[in-house]
């Protein structure tokens, strides 16, 4: 069964960057739709970046567009998003998802991913 684990989550000072990592197994992502996903305290879950077919097609939420980059690398199964200039409103639990299929609308919703990891958390002090 397809499984994803997130990692590179932690706290940091605002203006700081990240590295998250998710790696999947039991998953071929070279032509799949990969996404991150944040979800606050409160807060309803929110795509954050989304990658399909080696970059072809990609989004990102306004929020971050300009500060976090969203690649992969299908020889490790892995997909990253870089997080350049965090801010506070960055703060949450960040989720891999994955699915076997490109995502036509945009922004990408939760429910557009059958697979997902347990999280990884960040957190951005001022």
């Known amino acids: 069964q397809v499984q994803l684990v997130e990692s590179g989550g932690g706290s940091v000072q605002a203006g700081g960057s990240l590295r998250l990592s998710c790696v999947a197994s039991g998953y071929t992502s070279n032509n799949a739709s990969l996404g991150w996903f944040r979800q606050a305290p409160e807060k309803e879950r929110e795509g954050v970046a989304y990658i399909y077919s080696r970059g072809e097609v990609t989004y990102y939420a306004r929020s971050v567009e300009g500060r976090f980059t969203i690649s992969q690398d299908n020889a490790k199964n892995t997909v990253y998003l870089q997080m350049n200039s965090l801010n506070t409103e960055d703060t949450g639990m960040y989720y891999c998802?994955?699915?076997?299929?490109?995502?036509?609308?945009?922004?990408?919703?939760?429910?557009?991913?059958?697979?997902w990891g347990q999280g990884t958390q960040v957190t951005v002090s001022s």
């Open positions: 998802a994955a699915s076997g299929s490109m995502v036509t609308h945009f922004p990408p919703r939760p429910g557009d991913f059958p697979f």
